[in-house]
């Protein structure tokens, strides 16, 4: 296991347009303020939305530094890459705003601020490039064209927190993590087709082998669901047809490899690195072959 250290919060100047300021150079430790999402780019790199430095910034996955980054105009959540756009879900002005790589503005998501009240996740279907979009106040998930248009809402109704969101490509799935109602302890991991009909789930109820606040979600080519449990400090691995867990990695702490609120995971999908924004630390961490099962 290796360890992005991160040294003192960034201050960054933020722009009042929707141009984005964009800092390029030579690649240099990373420092984060809030790390919150986490998505893989086209060349491998990492995209990492941090939320107190209202920026995505870009790392280097082998050498785990800061390659670029470009500031936002707001405080940003989910993200996520599809066919050189970079999709940012912005709390501040309640949308999911679409970026090219150099960090440029291109334009909003349903025409215009306000349309996804809490854009907490985001996941692209590579095949035809819907982009699906967690709104965590209005407990639904929003899926737009990936030219902007909203096409469906799926869910209302049927999520009560959702946090986190994964598409499983393979099964054309959806799957959401939800918090539940935390006096009822009915944490779980929902699963939708494309159309929204439910198509199972995964129960955080058993607190042996469970969960209480599940954050971001992966799937791995095999299709165990890797989820991050904020406060466990755990990545949990699930075999989807049982439940069963069969996997852990990290565990609360502040040493390497030790986890304090991590809110997102990405698999390489060459290496089987697992990373995860681990955020009360202000740093990425990286579990060396992690997507690998016993």
Not at 15 to 25: C, E, F, H, I
Not at 141 to 152: H, Y
Not at 228 to 242: A, I, T, Y
Request: glycine residues 14%; charged residues 20%; proline residues 6%.
């Amino acid at each position: 296991m290796r360890s992005l250290g991160l040294g003192p919060r960034l201050v960054l100047c933020v722009l009042l347009t929707v141009s984005s300021a964009v800092w390029s150079g030579p690649p240099q430790p990373a420092q984060l303020g809030s790390p919150v999402r986490l998505t893989q780019a086209g060349n491998g790199n990492l995209l990492v939305t941090d939320y107190d430095a209202k920026a995505v910034v870009t790392i280097n996955p082998g050498k785990l530094n800061i390659v670029k980054r470009f500031s936002v105009a707001g405080r940003p959540l989910g993200i996520a890459w599809s066919r050189g756009r970079i999709y940012v879900g912005n709390e501040t002005t309640a949308t999911v705003e679409v970026y090219n790589p150099a960090g440029k503005w291109l334009y909003d998501l349903g025409g215009g601020k306000g349309t996804v009240k809490q854009p907490r996740d985001i996941a692209v279907e590579r095949a035809d490039g819907r982009v699906f979009v967690i709104d965590g106040e209005e407990n639904s998930v929003k899926v737009f064209d990936a030219r902007g248009p909203l096409l469906d809402v799926i869910g209302k109704g049927q999520l009560t927190n959702p946090t986190g969101i994964a598409l499983d490509t393979t099964r054309a799935q959806i799957l959401v993590s939800d918090y539940g109602d935390p006096a009822y302890g009915d944490a779980r991991i929902t699963i939708f087709d494309y159309a929204g009909n439910p198509a199972g789930e995964i129960s955080g109820a058993d607190r042996r082998k469970g969960f209480s606040r599940p954050q971001g979600l992966a799937v791995a080519d095999s299709g165990h669901v890797f989820v991050v449990d904020g406060v466990l400090g755990e990545v949990l691995v699930f075999d989807r047809v049982s439940g069963e867990r069969v996997k852990t990695l990290g565990g609360f702490g502040n040493e390497p490899g030790q986890l304090q609120l991590p809110l997102d995971v990405v698999i390489h999908p060459v290496s089987n690195d697992v990373f995860v924004t681990n955020n009360r630390l202000r740093r990425v961490e990286v579990f060396t072959r992690g997507g690998l099962l016993p």
